[in-house]
């Protein structure tokens, strides 16, 4: 069971950047994206689905960021757009064997080692 994240960068604030997130080694049901900013715990920013229809944001990032999934590649993506210097963290990609979105980080089973991402002022 893999999940391996890329994309992360430093991008200053309003601008854009798009994760990807590639998974391998069993089939991947909800899938989500959380993120963790240096002395703060691991937060939920996005989840989505296994068919790609729901999907759920927290309220921090709902109407900046999109999360979409695509099965061929058994991948998924996390569109960033006006980013805020609060943005910034360590982003990881996580898969649970659950078919309906959870935003409980103890729901996902499996995780990715994370991207960074710093939002310049």
């Known amino acids: 069971v893999q999940l391996v994240e890329s994309g992360g960068g430093l991008v200053q604030a309003g601008g854009s950047l798009r994760l990807s997130c590639a998974a391998s080694?069993?089939?991947?049901?909800?899938m989500g994206w959380f993120r963790q900013a240096p002395g703060q715990e691991r937060e939920f920013v996005a989840v989505?689905?296994?068919?790609?229809?729901?999907?759920d944001y927290s309220d921090s990032v709902r109407g900046r960021f999109t999360i979409s999934r695509e099965h061929a590649n058994n991948a998924i993506y996390l569109q960033m757009n006006r980013l805020k210097p609060e943005d910034t963290a360590v982003y990881y990609c996580?898969?649970?064997?659950?078919?309906?979105?959870?935003?409980?980080?103890?729901?996902?089973?499996?995780w990715g080692q994370g991207t960074q991402v710093t939002v310049s002022s």
């Open positions: 996580a898969a649970s064997p659950l078919t309906t979105p959870t935003t409980r980080s103890a729901d996902f089973d499996s």
């Open positions: 080694g069993r089939t991947f049901y909800a």
């Open positions: 989505i689905s296994w068919s790609g229809r729901r999907m």
